[in-house]
């Protein structure tokens, strides 16, 4: 089992749409949980950081962690075709090394 | 603020040679940088972490001699592919610790290599 999941999508919605995104983990020492979006051929932008679990928000981003159930969630309300991109969840134990998944792949139809 | 660069964005060379890619962290001072490799649809693989004045410390499985890091000053790293081959051939990416939480991992924008 690798140690961060995502699912690859691609995941298509409507302009406005709610969208959920999602990663699962293995390492219950994991303690810092990121979320990054990726344009084709650049590199990560910071979106979301959180520390543990709980909620975090963010204008329209919300980012969810449930350390027990070992699954994170970032959530976009009213989305815009600006924010078609990949998707990135990282995790790590120190908050120095991380653990990429694969990306989910979005794109919002105007 | 916290702004990465990457030189050179792409670049090409043949089979046998070396090559070398600059990161640096334009209006911080970085005391670490990361340089993580990712091949298509696939994750940022962590290569190395990078301490400015300290040998850079390589995950299992990437090959120090073949992957040379120099992190020479705050906001300089560099990574030379040596006696580069075809496998080689990926996307690079530095990130370095941002000026407010040495948690936050702020990105440069890539540099795609290809061997020939």
């Known amino acids: ?60 981003f919300t980012a969810q962690v449930d350390k027990s159930s070992k699954y994170i969630s ?30 989910t792949t979005l794109s919002v139809s105007s | 603020g916290a702004v990465v660069s990457q030189h050179p964005s792409w670049v090409i060379c043949k089979s046998g040679t070396s090559v070398k890619i600059e990161c640096r962290s334009l209006d911080f001072q970085a005391t670490t940088m990361f340089w ?40 300089l790293s560099t990574l030379t592919v040596t006696s580069a081959h075809p496998e080689d051939s990926s996307f690079y990416i530095c990130s370095a610790t941002g000026p407010t939480s040495s948690y936050e991992q702020y990105f440069g924008p890539g540099t795609r290599l290809t061997v020939t």
């Open chain 1, 1 to 60: 089992q690798k140690e961060v999941e995502q699912d690859p999508g691609p995941l298509s919605v409507p302009e406005g749409a709610i969208v959920s995104l999602n990663c699962t983990y293995s390492n219950s020492a994991f303690q810092y949980f990121m979320w990054y979006r990726q344009y084709s051929r650049k590199g990560p932008e910071l979106l979301m950081y959180t520390y543990s679990s709980g909620n975090k928000e963010d204008g329209r």
């Open chain 2, 36 to 75: 993580y490799r990712q091949f298509p649809k696939q994750s940022l693989m962590l290569m190395a972490t990078s301490n400015e004045g300290s040998k850079a410390t390589y995950e299992q499985g990437v090959e120090k001699d073949k992957f040379l890091i120099n992190h020479a000053s705050l906001t």
């Open chain 1, 74 to 103: 970032l959530f976009i309300r009213d989305s815009q075709p600006s924010d078609s991109a990949t998707y990135l969840c990282a995790m790590s134990e120190t908050g120095t090394a991380l653990i990429f998944g694969k990306g």
